[in-house]
């Protein structure tokens, strides 16, 4: 869209009705232009010659037949008149009505939001956002929001799940679009469904937007694949949150054993637990992990190990946001140290 390039010292005439432009307004006055608007046609057909002169570009929000009529009128004048009507732009109107969009913005990176998550950035008012989301670059996909953190990081409490469920159903209730922009995606570890709940129990349109998650994508990132033919044919995607009791131990151990991969999330601070946990219930002691520490940052970094380094601290420094992997696919990750990477397989004794 026009509106999207540079428009520093440029003059741009928005002709809508002011709930429907707003978006469009925005994102000018975001782009560097000196915006006026005008909200009816006829306000239109009463503007001065001199309010017309000074404009670089005409923006018409929506698809109205009358804006059409009275640009036609606008023309008519300016031929009268020796002027010439500027440049027009067409752009889209602003849903009517309010609304919440539940976003998942993939692990971190704006390569991994989707087409259809930047679409509903570009069509909000307000962005409510985690920090595990792209979130350092919300100003240029919003082009200008309101932008709130809502997330935990360090001197910065987070905003209570029911206080983030009360300002989206209130901005929504105010007739703003409002997008809850989440790390990976909504429905995997993200509270996404009580959001949605809040959003039906209080008929709010809602949609969601589904993310790349990092349970597959950060694993991606060290080149580990969460399944592979022959190693492992299936997955299970494990909360840290809070240390695993001795049965989910065995039942996952028996998973892995069975040709699983674990995937665990929130799991740095729970790591010595379910390491502990995986040996008394008999996972074997040359079972790979890996930890892959803030992937798709700058600083990202992997870690191997097997159950039985991993007991003897291998994995100690690894710190959030890190997804860890447990199974035979940890072999075939990027830099996988020989000493792991060929090591007796755990599942068939044979050497992969
Ligand atoms: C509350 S969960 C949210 C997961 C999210 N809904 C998803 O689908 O990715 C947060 C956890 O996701 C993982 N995570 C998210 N982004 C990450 C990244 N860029 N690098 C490593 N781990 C990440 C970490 O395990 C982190 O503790």
Redesign the pocket.
């Known amino acids: 869209m026009l509106l999207d390039a540079d428009l520093t010292g440029r003059t741009v005439l928005v002709l809508g009705e002011a709930h429907a432009a707003r978006r469009v307004l925005r994102r000018t006055a975001a782009a560097g232009a000196a915006v006026r608007s005008v909200t009816t046609p006829s306000a239109l057909a009463k503007l001065p010659d001199g309010a017309i002169a000074g404009v670089d570009l005409l923006a018409v929000v929506g698809d109205d037949p009358a804006w059409q009529t009275a640009l036609e009128a606008l023309h008519a004048r300016g031929r009268r008149a020796g002027w010439t009507v500027p440049l027009v732009v067409r752009e889209s109107a602003a849903a009517p009505g309010g609304q919440i969009i539940l976003v ?1 913005g ?3 990176t704006t390569e991994l939001l989707t087409v259809g998550g930047r679409a509903a950035l570009r069509e909000a008012d307000v962005v409510l956002y985690d920090r ?1 989301s792209p979130w350092e670059d919300l100003a240029e996909l919003t082009g200008g929001a309101e932008l709130v953190d809502v997330g935990k990081r360090p001197g910065h409490h987070a905003v209570p799940q029911s206080r983030i469920q009360e300002l989206l159903v209130d901005h929504a209730r105010a007739g703003k679009t409002v997008v809850r922009l ?11 469904r009580e959001e949605l709940g809040a959003a039906l129990e209080a008929g709010v349109p809602v949609s969601v937007i589904p ?1 790349v ?3 597959v ?2 694993p991606a ?1 060290a080149d580990i694949p969460v399944t592979h033919r022959e190693r492992s044919h299936m997955v299970t995607f494990v ?3 809070a240390p695993l009791s001795d049965a989910e131990h065995h039942h996952l151990a028996g998973l892995v054993t069975g040709g699983g991969t674990l995937v ?5 601070g729970t790591l010595n637990q379910l390491v502990a946990g995986l040996r008394r219930a008999g996972m074997a002691a040359r079972t790979p992990l890996a930890v ?6 700058i600083d ?1 970094a992997t870690t191997y190990a097997t159950l039985e380094t991993a007991a003897r601290g291998a994995l100690a420094g690894a710190t ?5 992997v447990v199974g035979e696919v940890v072999r075939l990750g990027r830099d996988c140290p020989d000493e792991i990477a060929l090591a007796v397989d755990a599942v068939t004794g044979a050497v992969p």
């Not at 790390?183 to 996404?192: H, I, M, T």
């Not at 665990?264 to 740095?268: E, P, Q, T």
């Not at 959030?320 to 860890?324: C, D, K, M, R, T």
């Open positions: 998942g993939g692990p971190g595990l989440k790390g990976g995606d909504p429905f995997v570890f993200g509270r996404g993310g998650t990092s349970a994508a950060v990132a909360s840290g949150h665990v999330l929130m799991g740095v892959v520490e803030r992937g798709y940052r990202q959030s946001p890190a997804v860890l």
